[in-house]
């Protein structure tokens, strides 16, 4: 079972998904609202898996995921999209994304996307 | 979606309590719609003859529908066309009125002939009224020339009905540059298409759709809960932009901002679509090309 981080802005969206990651058997190690936060967490707490949200005030998911691998190559980060924005998909997995979870949650996508990436990080 | 619109008409109109309406959308999910009222609705039977053949069903072990063919009522046909209306909306809020010894099919048909001439209403819309469809609902409550936010509106109405409530009452939607309440959302889209989607009410209003969609009980309109309705109109936002980029519109989703400090929302030219949740009057605004901005209290 692993360590997650959430960072999202909205108290809603993270509630929600850590009800999911927690039903799934995970642990929430913190929860973080902007990029910045997000980054600095990560580098204290180097969870398993961080969910980071792509829109957010402040720095946004993309900027947050860049210093986030700068930092560490093989962190596993899920960005959370509220559209399949093709664009914004395109520039994550240059950035190093491992997966993407869509809003709104489906409690079967969070759990299919975090079995996944942690498959990866244990091959 | 019918058995709000048509349950709240018979209720402005007297013939239902506010109480009897509530247990009513309860009922009408589980209820089974029998193949008598569905034949009186469908004009191929009397009350009087489906009450005639339910009478003979309590004495022997045949189904409605063999009996009705064997006195002659119905064909073989219409009987297989009837049973195919079973999982009718329309048909199960008559069966629960029923059920309910609140009003006959007979008397609800008359009804909505008084619901079709007060809202100038064709036949056709009724048709659409009665399929239960929010595709085929929507436009009726649209005005006249502002076909251009169907689109828009229809994915946040099939979002809310989905994440928030099944039984959503509408009045008709209107244009204007100004829609007043005291705290509410809004969220701008930019990009190759740009819009805002806003909602807002006075005091209390939001508080249901809050409570439903961040499955939280919150007391109040404060922050948190309004942090749920930023978060319902980005899925929403989402799934509009998900919907265009499939067409190769790109667009860019900003974090939405909220407010329990104002006095309602401004825009050049923005559609407002009325809508009753759970009992609450809420609006929910569209526009394009223009940015909706948050009036501040002074």
Known sequence: MANILIVDDSRTSRKVLRKMIEDAGHTVVEECSNGEEGYLKYKELKPDLVTMDITMPKLDGLEALQLIIKSDEDAKVIMITAASQKEKMIQAIKYGASEFIAKPYDSEDVKQAINKVLKLQNT | ?298
């Open chain 2, 1 to 298: 979606m019918v058995a709000i619109i048509l349950g709240t008409y018979l209720q402005k109109k007297g013939l239902l309590t506010y109480d009897q309406l509530e247990n009513l959308l309860l009922q009408q999910r589980k209820v089974h719609v029998k193949l008598g009222l569905i034949a009186v609705a469908e004009g191929l039977m009397t009350q009087e003859e489906a009450d005639k053949i339910n009478g003979m069903q309590a004495a022997m072990d045949k189904r409605f529908g063999d009996i009705a063919i064997e006195q002659g009522y119905l064909t073989e046909g219409e009987v297989e066309a009837l049973l195919k209306e079973q999982g009718n909306a329309y048909l199960k809020f008559a069966q629960a009125l029923e059920d309910q010894q609140l009003m006959t099919v007979e008397q609800l048909e008359q009804c909505m002939m008084d619901f079709q001439v007060e809202n100038q209403m064709t036949f056709s819309d009724m048709e659409d009224i009665k399929s239960d469809d929010v595709d085929r609902i929507l436009p009726l409550y649209i005005p006249a020339g502002q076909e251009k936010y169907l689109d828009t509106m229809g994915t946040a109405l099939r979002t809310i009905l989905r994440c928030v409530d099944t039984e959503i009452y509408l009045e008709k939607a209107y244009v204007a540059s100004e829609c007043e309440g005291e705290n509410g959302a809004i969220q701008y889209i930019d990009g190759e298409r740009r819009l805002t989607y806003g909602m807002i009410g006075r005091g209390q209003a939001l508080l249901p759709v809050a409570c439903a969609f961040g499955k939280e009980e919150f007391q109040e309109m404060n922050e948190d809960a309004l942090d749920a309705i930023g978060e319902l109109l980005n899925c929403i936002s989402g799934l509009y932009a998900n919907g265009i980029s499939r067409g190769g519109v790109c667009v860019e989703l900003y974090p939405p901002e909220y407010s329990t400090d104002i006095s309602g929302i401004t825009c050049d030219e923005m559609l407002v679509l009325p809508l009753y949740i759970k009992g609450q009057k809420i609006h929910f605004a569209v526009a394009m090309e223009n940015k909706i901005e948050m009036k501040r209290e002074a």
